[in-house]
């Protein structure tokens, strides 16, 4: 009898899962990391294995650096995989995720994603900036479910705030301004909610008071070929599998200002058929977000070499 190749679904993380030394591990052991290092160095204009060595938790927060390092992170742990005959049958991304995700499924060349994340990362680098004189951000509610959130947002209808992260069952992120955001955490907690947190993000991500950002980004977003992707590719904006270059290259620009449908991901992934699933980058947030939809599927960590020399392969 024939054996059925394995479908393992590579799950990248956002901004936030960065650290100090990421991905370093990856220079000693896979030549395709070091490629990506160099490649990344050039696209940012710096040294990123001295960045990653030298940097503390602050320079790496900032969005311009942040993107850049991630998505490199990202791709080393990829590539690393792929090295130990680790291949991806599907590719999703949280967030800046994506940008990884997309050379993943083959849509974007490794080059092409570092220079438009680069980009990226400028350009909302300097939106948030804009929008840091009156304050702007985002806060996670925790232990209400998504409808409930949106239930709640209609209802009280608070100008410049939007649900901006889907993330689990349990777990929804809203974007918007300071004042928006102090007046949505009274009534959240009002309403039930177990905890209110205020994240350290530079800007109110994934909603329309991001617009500015993504008007400038489109330009750059243009020049930049977009293949059909050849494995699944999931969607932050609709939480589907996206089947074209060109809607995929569409889908990108409206991600800076449309929610994260990460429930939805989820839920299409689980129905996809797949086997396991690797949290492909630092940190192990995808790991409990998906342990929250109550799935048997393994998601596990891949991140550095260490966990994945700890895989069969």
């Known amino acids: 009898m024939v054996e059925r190749t394995p479908r393992r679904v590579f799950l990248f993380p956002g901004q936030g899962a960065q650290y100090p030394g990421m991905?370093?591990?990856?220079l000693t052991v896979s030549p395709a990391a070091k490629r990506l290092f160099e490649t990344a160095s050039d696209c940012m204009g710096q040294n990123m294995e001295t960045l990653l060595k030298e940097g503390n938790e602050e320079t790496l927060k900032r969005t311009d650096i942040a993107q850049g390092a991630v998505?490199?992170?990202?791709?080393?742990?990829?590539?690393?995989?792929?090295?130990?005959?680790?291949?991806?049958?599907?590719?999703?991304?949280?967030?800046?995720?994506?940008?990884?995700?997309?050379?993943?499924?083959?849509?974007?060349?490794?080059?092409?994603?570092?220079?438009?994340?680069?980009?990226?990362?400028?350009?909302?680098?300097?939106?948030c900036g804009r929008l840091a004189e009156g304050g702007a951000g985002m806060a996670a509610v925790l232990g209400l479910?998504?409808?409930?959130?949106?239930?709640l947002l209609s209802q009280w209808n608070i100008e410049?705030?939007?649900?901006?992260?889907y993330n689990s069952r349990r777990?929804?992120?809203?974007?918007?301004?300071?004042?928006?955001?102090?007046?949505?955490?009274?009534?959240?907690?009002?309403?039930?909610?177990r905890r209110v947190l205020a994240l350290k993000v530079a800007g109110p991500f994934h909603s329309p008071l991001m617009a500015d950002a993504a008007e400038?980004?489109?330009?750059?977003?243009?020049?930049?070929?977009?293949?059909d992707p050849r494995i699944p590719f999931y969607s932050n904006v609709s939480g589907k599998a996206a089947l074209s270059g060109a809607g995929i290259k569409e889908l990108a620009l409206k991600q800076i200002t449309a929610p994260v449908r990460w429930i939805d991901e989820e839920e299409t992934i689980a129905a996809s058929g797949a086997d396991a699933l690797f949290e492909t980058g630092?940190?192990?947030?995808?790991?409990?977000?998906?342990?929250?939809?109550?799935?048997?599927?393994?998601?596990?960590?891949?991140?550095?070499?260490?966990?994945?020399?700890?895989m069969e392969a």
């Open 23 to 26: 991905a370093l591990d990856f």
């Open 71 to 127: 998505t490199l992170a990202n791709l080393a742990s990829a590539a690393y995989l792929e090295e130990q005959g680790v291949r991806a049958s599907g590719a999703a991304g949280h967030s800046l995720g994506e940008y990884a995700a997309l050379v993943s499924a083959g849509v974007l060349s490794a080059g092409d994603c570092l220079l438009l994340v680069t980009e990226r990362g400028r350009i909302m680098q300097a939106a």
């Open 145 to 151: 479910d998504p409808e409930q959130v949106d239930a």
């Open 160 to 165: 410049h705030l939007y649900a901006a992260n």
């Open 171 to 193: 777990q929804v992120v809203v974007s918007g301004s300071a004042s928006a955001l102090a007046e949505a955490e009274k009534r959240f907690k009002e309403a039930g909610a």
């Open 216 to 227: 400038e980004f489109a330009p750059f977003l243009a020049k930049v070929a977009f293949n």
């Open 282 to 310: 630092p940190g192990k947030t995808l790991q409990g977000l998906w342990k929250d939809t109550g799935s048997l599927l393994p998601c596990v960590g891949a991140g550095t070499v260490e966990e994945i020399d700890r």
